[in-house]
């Protein structure tokens, strides 16, 4: 079975950092795009940044320039380096990957659980 896991999350001050990671795991030929979505309590999950398999990437307006999206291939793995953080930050961190299960043919959007990320004083 094919899963994504986050991890990393946690609580920290304003203008702090953390590192988030992503890790898939289970039977799985490739992973194409991999993104990191956020979720603020009471509004809708938004989309963060995107990485190719490549290693192409692309950031929302609000972050730019504040977190760095990487990704391990042969890990299977992503990571979300986020800096400078402030209070609107806070939310729940998904990690999302299109991903081709072994033996099949199939190119299928993961989700993971998701991580709570908390920036407060």
């Known amino acids: 079975q094919v899963q994504l896991v986050e991890s990393g999350g946690g609580l920290v001050q304003p203008g702090g950092s953390l590192r988030l990671s992503c890790a898939a795991s289970?039977?799985?030929?490739?992973?194409?795009?991999m993104d990191w979505y956020c979720q603020a309590p009471g509004k809708q999950r938004e989309w963060v940044a995107t990485?190719?398999?490549?290693?192409?990437?692309n950031y929302a307006d609000s972050i730019k320039g504040r977190f760095t999206i990487s990704r391990d291939n042969a890990k299977n793995t992503m990571y979300l380096q986020m800096s400078s953080l402030k209070p609107d930050d806070t939310a729940v961190y998904y990690c999302?990957?299109?991903?081709?299960?072994?033996?099949?043919?199939?190119?299928?959007?993961?989700w993971g659980q998701g991580t709570q990320v908390t920036v407060s004083a």
């Open positions: 999302k990957a299109l991903m081709n299960p072994l033996g099949t043919r199939t190119w299928n959007n993961y």
């Open positions: 990485i190719t398999r490549s290693g192409s990437t």
């Open positions: 289970g039977s799985i030929n490739s992973i194409n795009d």
